[in-house]
C-alpha cells in the first residue's frame, strides 16, 4: 500500500499535487509538507506536517518512522529568485535532493519523484524542438543546480538501483496558485492584471517565445510517470515534456478577444537574460513513445479557463 510524501506542497506544483494523488489514492494515504507552519488552504482536507527539507535529521526521521513509501520533492528557488540569492538556491535545491536520494538508496522508500526544467537549457542550446539529448550549458543557478539534479538522479539510478523519476518541466500555467518567482510567471500574472486592471506591463518582450503548459497536464503527466511500469522509465536523468509554445504578443492576442479594453507594456527587466537562453520549443517524443505522454490544453483553452476562473482580488 502507498504512503506518499509531498515535500514543497505550498508551492505552484505541490498543492495540486496533493489534491490529485489524495483523489488517486485517499486522503490519509498523502502526506503534505512544507517549510511553513500553516497547511494551506487548498489542501486542509488532508494530513499536513511542516517540514523543513535541510533539515536532514528531521526529513530522514520523519520518512523513516512514518513508513514512507514514495517521495515527490518539490522543494526549490524558482530562477528569478534563485538568481537573487544563489549561494541559499544551490544548497536548497541540491541538499534536499541528496537527502532523498540517500533514503531510497538505503531503502527506506521505493519512488521518487524530483523536477528539472527546462532551465537546465542554455543559450547554446538549439532552440527549437529541442531534443532530449543535446547541447546543455545553464546560465543561471536554477539551471545549474538542476542539470547537476539530472545527473546524480541518473547516477542513482545506474549504481544504487534507485528508482527516481523526473520531468524539465516547461513554464506552468494554474490559477489556484499566485506567481512564484519564476522567468514564465508573467503567463500567470497577466490574467490576474486583465480582468482587474485591463492593463499589464510585462517583464519580458513581446516577441519572446517559451514552452509552456496548463498546470492540470503537467500534474497527469507527473502522475502517469510515477505510474508507469519501471521497464517503461527508459531516462532516469529527466523527460523533455512539451505542451504548447507561445509569446506574450501571442498571449495578449488571445486575451483581447475576451477582454477587448486590455493593453500590454513591455519593460524587460534581468528575467528577459534567462528566458532567451532557454529553448522557444521542446521535442518531447521520448515521453510520448515511453510512457503515452499527450497534452490536453492548448492556448485557446489555457486563455478560456485561466479568465474565468483567476480571482483578481488577491493581487
Not at 133 to 147: L, N
Amino acid at each position: 500500500m502507498k504512503k506518499i510524501l509531498v515535500i514543497g506542497a505550498g508551492g505552484q506544483i505541490g498543492s495540486e499535487l496533493v489534491l490529485q494523488l489524495r483523489n488517486r489514492f485517499g486522503e490519509q494515504s498523502v502526506v503534505a509538507s512544507d517549510v511553513k507552519p500553516e497547511c494551506p488552504a487548498i489542501i486542509i482536507n488532508g494530513p499536513y506536517f511542516q517540514l523543513d527539507i535541510l533539515n536532514k535529521e528531521e526529513v530522514r526521521n520523519f520518512i523513516i518512522s512514518n513508513s514512507f513509501t514514495d517521495v515527490y520533492l518539490l522543494a526549490a528557488l524558482l530562477s528569478a529568485t534563485a538568481e537573487k540569492n544563489p549561494d541559499f538556491a544551490w544548497k536548497l535545491n541540491m541538499e534536499g535532493l541528496f537527502t532523498i536520494l540517500d533514503l531510497a538508496k538505503e531503502g527506506y522508500l521505493k519512488k521518487i519523484f524530483w523536477p528539472s526544467s527546462i532551465a537546465v537549457f542554455g543559450p547554446t542550446t538549439p532552440k527549437n524542438h529541442t531534443p532530449q539529448y543535446t547541447i546543455m550549458e545553464p546560465s543561471t543557478v536554477y539551471g545549474i543546480s538542476k542539470q547537476a539534479g539530472e545527473r546524480w538522479c541518473e547516477y542513482y539510478f545506474n549504481k544504487f538501483g534507485v528508482d527516481v523519476r523526473s520531468i524539465r518541466y516547461p513554464g506552468l500555467i494554474s490559477y489556484t496558485s499566485l506567481p512564484g518567482g519564476g522567468t514564465t510567471d508573467y503567463a500567470v500574472d497577466i490574467f490576474y492584471r486583465a480582468k482587474k486592471e485591463a492593463k499589464f506591463n510585462c517583464f519580458l518582450s513581446a516577441d519572446t517565445e517559451l514552452p509552456m503548459m496548463y498546470m492540470e497536464d503537467a500534474i497527469r503527466a507527473t502522475i502517469e510517470l510515477m505510474e508507469a511500469p519501471k521497464e517503461a522509465i527508459k531516462i532516469r536523468s529527466a523527460y523533455n515534456l512539451s505542451g504548447c509554445s507561445f509569446t506574450p504578443s501571442q498571449l495578449t492576442d488571445k486575451i483581447v478577444d475576451h477582454i477587448p479594453t486590455f493593453e500590454i507594456t513591455y519593460s524587460p527587466d534581468f528575467r528577459q537574460l534567462i528566458a532567451d537562453s532557454w529553448p522557444k520549443s521542446i521535442d518531447d517524443s521520448h515521453a510520448r513513445n515511453d510512457w503515452g505522454w499527450k497534452e490536453k490544453f492548448d492556448l485557446e483553452k489555457i486563455v478560456d479557463i485561466m479568465l474565468e476562473n483567476v480571482n483578481s482580488d488577491l493581487i
